[in-house]
Nanobody, 119 residues
């Protein structure tokens, strides 16, 4: 099994910054892609950013230039640095990781962390 622990959400004023972390633990050989998604009430979960095992990144247009995704493979942890936050960034943020277990790639979701951008 794989456990994901997210941290770093909270309330921040517009223009502020937050850093989200998601640490994976459990029985797996490696992790392929890792990513962050977000969801607001009544809307589908959307991709915010992703990063491959080799470090290639992908961002939603709405966060390009403001958010940075990174990973520490030694710690099996993915980060999302969020700068210049806007009220429309308010959402529950979920991490998603793809661990490989006995040659099979799985998908696991974190429990979600609330990010609220408001003055």
């Amino acid at each position: 099994q794989v456990q994901l622990v997210e941290s770093g959400g909270g309330l921040v004023q517009p223009g502020g910054s937050l850093r989200l972390s998601c640490a994976a633990s459990g029985t797996f050989r490696s992790i392929n892609a890792m990513g962050w998604y977000r969801q607001t009430p009544g809307k589908q979960r959307e991709l915010v950013a992703s990063i491959t095992s080799g470090g290639s990144t992908n961002y939603a247009d709405s966060v390009k230039g403001r958010f940075t995704i990174s990973r520490d493979n030694a710690k099996d942890t993915v980060y999302l640095q969020m700068n210049s936050l806007r009220p429309e960034d308010t959402a529950v943020y979920y991490c998603n990781v793809e661990p490989r277990i006995y040659g099979v790639t799985y998908h696991y979701w974190g429990q979600g962390t609330q990010v609220t951008v408001s003055s």
